[in-house]
Each structure stands twice: as C-alpha cells, then as structure tokens.
C-alpha cells in the first residue's frame, strides 16, 4: 500500500500587523490558500484589524517588550525587529513565504526548507528613499535625539539587511519597479505577480454608461510621500471639485491648502468610498508607490487615472488608454495631466474590464504554481 503524501508545512511571516493596507490583503490572500499556516509578526493591533480574528497570529518578543504608546513606531525599531525575526524557531516548517517590505524576510529556516520571499519593496528608508527619509524623519521631541545617528544606523542595517537576503530561495516582486530594486540592491532575480486587489467589490453596481460623472476623486492615508497636497493645490488653482477622502498625519496640512473646492471627509465606509467613487470623474494619484493599489481601485470603478509616471503606476496605467500620466512630479505637472484628461474620452467598462487582471483569482494562480514548483524542484 502507498504511503500518503506528507503535505508541505507553511508559515507565513509579515513585517508587522498594525494597520490594515495593500500589504495586509496580501497577507490575508496568502493565507486563505494555506489556511493551517500560523501567521508571524513582530508585533499586532488586533483591535485595528478585525479581519485577522480568529486566525493564528504569533508575534515576537517585542509585543511584550515594546510599551503600547510606542509599540507601532515602526522605523523606531529596525534593530530590535531584524533581531526579534531572526530568533523566531521556525524549524518546524518546509515553506516559509514571508510578505515582506521591512525585516520580515530576516527569519532563518532549515537547510533543507524552501523561503519564499514577496517582496513588496526593498527597505525604503535603507535604500531607493533614503535621502527622503533622513531629510523627513519626525518623531516630535525625539528627532533631535534621533536624527544624528540616522546615517551611521542606516549603513549597519543595510549590511544586516543584505545579509538577510542570504537566506531567501525565491524572491517575487509586487511590481516591476520592485524587481528592479530587487535586482539594483539585493543583485537578485525575482519574477513579477501584482498584489489581488477586489475589484469585483468596486465594479459592482457601477454606473451606466450614460451617467453623469463630475469633479475628481483622491483617497488613502494622509502621508507626505504620497503627494496630497498636490492633489488638492491643482484642483484648488484650476478651481475644480476634489473629494479628499482618509485620514493622516497630512491631513490638518492639506485643510490649511484647500480651496473652496475640495471636499474632506474622513475616513468613510468602504459603501461610502465606491458610491463617491462611481460619482467622481477621475482619480488622482500625485505620488510614487511601490504598487499602486488606489489605482487598481479606481480602474474597477470605472475611473480613468491621472497618475505620476514613476514606479508601480506604470504596471496598472497606460498613457491615453486608462488613463493620463505625467512626468514631472509637481503643481504644474499635475495640473497640466487634469487639462489634458478634460477633453478626453474614456469608456468606464473599459477601464473597468482592464483592472481584472489584477483580481485575486490570478494572484492565487500563480502563487500556487511558484510554491508546487519549488516544493517539487
């Protein structure tokens, strides 16, 4: 008689688990296709993020070790955190596949077992951003303190950094600007599959084609990299409807730019978000991301999106097809890409049959086939 065949042993490892994001719905994919593995984290909100309970999440050391009041003041502790991954005993496990953008991929494994690193992006603030970091770094009466030791910190966590590399087997990328990082500061292959987004969620109950649609849309956390004030200074000087919708540190800043035009609401629903979303004319996206995950929204939604033509937006728009992109990442740049949106057509079923690509059912696809092939290898 044959003997049954063992199943391979999963964890799933991710950089922390505070705040719900593109990173987090990656997470949730993952583990939705191996329901038995437990989740790792170096540290977890559980009353931010209702859609992890009852799953097994394990947190390091520094759940415990960390006070609350500073627990989730992430770069406030990449030593600590590399160190708390590192020490984490996953000796049980044949395929460990870790979501990562920080120090989740530090962890160690078996000879013999296989790591699998999604990589969301290289370390931003060691690598492709670091002159943007250390010229914004702000943790209120701590900068002072802190700033100083920003450069020496940095060089040592980059050569910890490139040592963790060491330990992955594969490398996936969320998008092809990912993969070039991947390549230019880790000098490793990775292969490309884009994030699952739900976009069945934003399609449903779109508008017909011969509704009518006015003023532009923007939406996601309130941060200084992701260009807000962009957004709401163009539509300010052109004198056009900008819904602003979320929430941030940015956010009292952004209402000190606004104009009579722009419209805040907060953070709303996500009912709310798609019904003003199926209102709105275009989406902006001013800023530079790894991904791109608002865009794909938007294209469901049947939005055309006026984007900046640096990294992940360059996987999910095409100039003139779906949507406007632009080169220079300013007032002007952003104000010109709206002009030009203003007298050309797009047909939202398009734009909407062009986001499917990035569904989930895809994600899983290829996830699957990538973990049969190096269990197999």
């Known amino acids: ?32 296709l191996f ?51 590192r020490k984490l005993n996953l000796s049980e496990f044949d395929v460990i596949i870790s979501s990562s953008s920080a120090e989740a991929k530090a962890v160690r494994k078996r000879p013999d077992a296989v790591h699998i690193c999604y990589c969301h992006t290289p370390i931003r603030y060691y690598w ?24 020496v910190l940095v060089n040592r966590m980059r050569k910890r950094d490139l040592e963790s590399v060491n330990g992955v087997d594969h490398f996936i990328a969320n998008s092809t600007v990912t993969a070039e990082r991947i390549q230019k500061y880790y ?7 884009h994030p699952p987004v739900d976009i069945a969620k934003f399609a449903a109950g779109r508008p017909t084609a011969d509704t009518k649609r006015s003023g532009y849309i923007i939406w996601g956390r309130h941060v200084p990299y992701k260009r807000f004030d962009h957004a709401v200074q163009a539509c300010t000087e052109l004198g056009v409807p900008l819904t602003v919708i979320g929430s941030g540190p940015d956010t009292e800043r952004l209402k000190r730019l606004a104009g009579p035009d722009i419209t805040f609401t907060g953070r709303i629903t996500d009912t709310e978000l798609i019904e003003r979303a199926h209102q709105a004319q275009a989406f902006l996206f001013p800023g530079e991301e790894d991904f791109g995950l608002s865009a794909v929204e938007a294209l469901a939604a049947g939005l055309p999106v006026i984007g900046y033509a640096k990294g992940g937006i360059l996987d999910i728009v095409t100039d003139n097809e779906t949507g406007i992109l632009y080169d220079k990442q300013s007032i002007d740049g952003l104000m010109g890409a709206i002009r030009i949106l203003e007298r050309t057509a797009f047909k939202s079923i398009d734009l909407t049959n062009r986001s499917k690509r990035f569904a989930p059912q895809l994600f899983d696809t290829k996830i699957l086939e990538v973990v049969r092939r190096v269990i197999h290898k």
Not at 2 to 29: C, F, Y
Not at 187 to 193: D, H, L, M
């Open 1 to 32: 008689m044959s003997q049954p065949v063992k199943q391979p042993r999963v964890a799933i490892v991710h950089d922390w688990l505070t705040t719900m994001g593109g990173a987090e719905a990656v997470v949730l994919e993952l583990h939705k």
């Open 35 to 85: 329901p038995d593995a437990p989740i790792y984290t170096s540290v977890y909100n559980r009353g931010a993020l209702p859609a992890f309970d009852g799953l097994d999440v394990r947190t390091t050391y520094l759940q415990r070790l960390l006070p609350a009041f500073i627990r989730y003041k992430h770069t406030l502790w990449p030593v600590l955190r590399a160190s708390a991954f």
């Open 128 to 151: 492709s951003h670091y002159e943007e970091f250390r010229r914004e770094f702000n943790f209120g009466f701590l900068t002072p303190l802190i700033r100083p030791f920003i450069p």
């Open 187 to 193: 000098n490793r292959s990775s292969i490309v599959i």
